[in-house]
């Protein structure tokens, strides 16, 4: 069913909507439809098909899969899209609620823009907003209001059209404890574990975890891509969390078990030496040598070679430039040591 959980008026008639897709075993009219955990009250939202009633006993666990915080990122579109289509497939083995939230930044998605349009702001970096503030506070404040409740929620992103990412989730130490366990079951190549000195307080994982909702930020994939393989992955993931919360009982796939990274160290960065264009030679996800080639940098008016990257220690190569444009200093890759 789909909801509408916030919603702002614009200019030229037009309205801002963010809208969730709430997939529960069962629907029938509404009694009183306010009472719902999770769902949106008339004074903030429109609800535009049959509204829910409260929810029976074997829906009560929810969890809630988020994307589209940023206009570029667009690998959980498909997530969203499989998770959906696996379920009505089989919609007998839906034994709770799952929330679909494809597009908190619609504006952005539609313009292809980071950011949201206008203002030249990032919408991960207002949370958990002020149904006070101006229009971005609000909605921000809508989306923290209607996510809680949830028994786990997946905050999907992918990287920057400039980098690729192994499918991979990121955590600050300051909520290890309560979410190592489930990023476990996530399916996801790599565990990244952040001190709490990377920690950003105004994002949504952050402001989701500090009251008390299990958040998974997932990061995979490019920018203004979808990277099936990645999307298919983790949506394996997704059931087989589903089926440990009780919301899904159906079979479910084998999962990878993740590499788990604490240490600061253990991440060495490259960064380009010199301008030019990047010609990658090793695919994202190689394990790798010291003195491994991993891209050259050429000049394509003089037909040059101006520099060989190699790596400089022994690791995994989980980030890697995927544009080829590249200016002094910029980021090329990231190699995990311990492996």
């Known amino acids: 069913m789909i909801q509408t959980i916030a919603k702002t008026n614009m200019p030229v008639d037009e309205v801002l909507r963010i809208r969730k897709n709430r997939i529960q075993p069962d629907y029938h009219p509404v009694l009183s439809a306010s009472k719902q955990a999770g769902q949106p009250t008339t004074e903030h939202a429109e609800h535009e098909s049959q509204t829910l009633s409260d929810c029976s006993p074997s829906c009560s666990r929810r969890i809630s899969i988020v994307t589209g915080i940023h206009g570029d990122e667009l690998e959980g579109q498909f997530v969203c899209y499989e998770v959906a289509r696996r379920i009505k497939e089989h919609p007998e083995y839906l034994k709770g609620t799952v929330d679909l939230y494809p597009a908190l930044n619609p504006f952005g998605i539609d313009s292809v823009t980071r950011g949201i349009p206008a203002f030249d702001l990032d919408m991960n970096r207002i949370f958990p907003g002020s149904s006070d503030g101006d229009m971005n506070e609000y909605l921000a404040s809508e989306i923290i209001r209607d996510l809680e409740g949830s028994d786990l ?4 992103h992918a990287s920057n059209i400039y980098l690729t990412e192994i499918p991979q989730i990121r955590i600050n130490e300051l909520h290890e404890e309560a979410l190592l366990p489930l990023a476990m079951l996530s399916n996801v190549d790599f565990i990244w574990v ?3 000195s990377t920690v950003l307080e105004s994002t949504l994982a952050y402001s989701l975890n500090s009251r008390g909702v299990p958040t998974l930020v997932v990061e995979m ?10 999307g298919t992955q983790l949506t394996d993931g997704i059931f087989r969390l589903m089926a440990k919360l009780g919301v899904w009982i159906g079979p479910v796939a084998e999962i990878r078990t993740p590499v788990i990274s604490r240490d ?6 490259l960064n380009e030496p010199v301008s030019g264009i990047f010609i990658k030679t090793r695919p994202h996800g190689s394990m790798l040598k010291a003195g491994d080639e991993i891209g050259q940098i050429v000049d394509p008016l ?3 070679l101006l520099s060989v990257i190699t790596a400089p220690v022994d690791g995994w190569l989980f980030t890697v430039r995927e544009y080829p444009v590249v200016d002094e200093g910029s980021l090329l890759a990231r ?3 311990q492996n």
């Open 153 to 156: 929620c997946l905050d999907i």
């Open 194 to 196: 952040h001190g709490t």
């Open 221 to 230: 994939g490019v920018g203004m891509r979808i990277t099936r393989e990645y």
């Open 264 to 269: 600061p160290d253990e991440v060495s960065f």
């Open 302 to 304: 003089h037909g040059t």
């Open 335 to 337: 190699i995990l040591t």
